[in-house]
């Protein structure tokens, strides 16, 4: 079965400094999605980074990157040069092939402060 | 990116009543939708999969004649919390695909009294 691991309940950053959020995962389909979402406190779902499993470069939006390490099952969420308005929950999920079904991680709060 | 809507985005019923929830996708065409679930400090949890005409996929645990979903065109799927309890207060979370991402609705927050 599939499975996706966040070990960090919360996390700490100070503005302006970069911060990585942790995110494993468990498959034995060799096909599959990684997506990482902001959830802010009014609750809204917002996209941020994609990862295919067979993308050779890791994936990058902006101040959002995606340390993805393929040997490893790990998929972590690098973002850089943090602000105050990146507070908010963080959740890693993994898409199964064929059903678009997304199966998500626990979560992440990352704050971060001045 | 692709805007999905939800609507209402809050409500409070009494128990016993029924409280339906829509999920629009505005500027595209989605044959599936998914619903979710999340209860406070707590991750979201599928429900079902809505699929434009015909039967809703249910996960394992979930109560199909609780939660009547009906998904009659390619932008529109409903859920239908049926004889709401306490238990059932919520946030409720729909999304739908659009090539390799999937968006999702604003939440709607169900609080039955």
């Known amino acids: 079965a599939q499975k996706i691991t966040q070990t960090q309940p919360g996390m700490f950053v100070q503005e302006k400094e970069a911060v990585t959020l942790d995110c494993t995962y468990d498959t034995s389909d060799p096909s599959y999605g990684l997506f990482w979402y902001k959830q802010p406190s009014s609750g809204e779902m917002i996209f941020l980074i994609y990862?295919?499993?067979?993308?050779?470069q890791n994936a990058t939006e902006g101040r959002y990157s995606l340390n993805f390490q393929k040997a490893r099952k790990s998929a972590n969420l690098v973002i850089s040069a943090s602000q105050l308005g990146d507070s908010a929950m963080y959740f890693c999920?993994?898409?199964?092939?064929?059903?678009?079904?997304?199966?998500f991680g626990t979560g992440t709060r990352l704050q971060v402060f001045p | 990116g692709a805007v999905v809507s939800q609507h209402p985005s809050w409500v409070i019923c009494k128990s016993g009543t029924s409280v339906k929830i829509e999920c629009r996708s505005l500027d595209f065409q989605a044959t599936t939708m998914f619903w979710y679930r999340q209860f406070p400090k707590q991750s979201l949890m599928l429900m079902a999969t809505s699929n434009e005409g015909s039967k809703a996929t249910y996960e394992q645990g979930v109560e199909k004649d609780k939660f009547l979903i009906n998904h009659a065109s390619l932008t529109l799927s409903t859920l239908t919390v049926t004889s709401a309890h306490p238990e059932d207060s919520s946030f409720y979370i729909c999304s739908a695909s659009s090539g390799n991402e999937q968006y999702f609705g604003p939440g709607t927050r169900l609080t039955v009294t």
């Open positions: 999920a993994m898409r199964e092939r064929n059903t678009d079904k997304l199966i």
């Open positions: 990862q295919g499993s067979y993308d050779q």
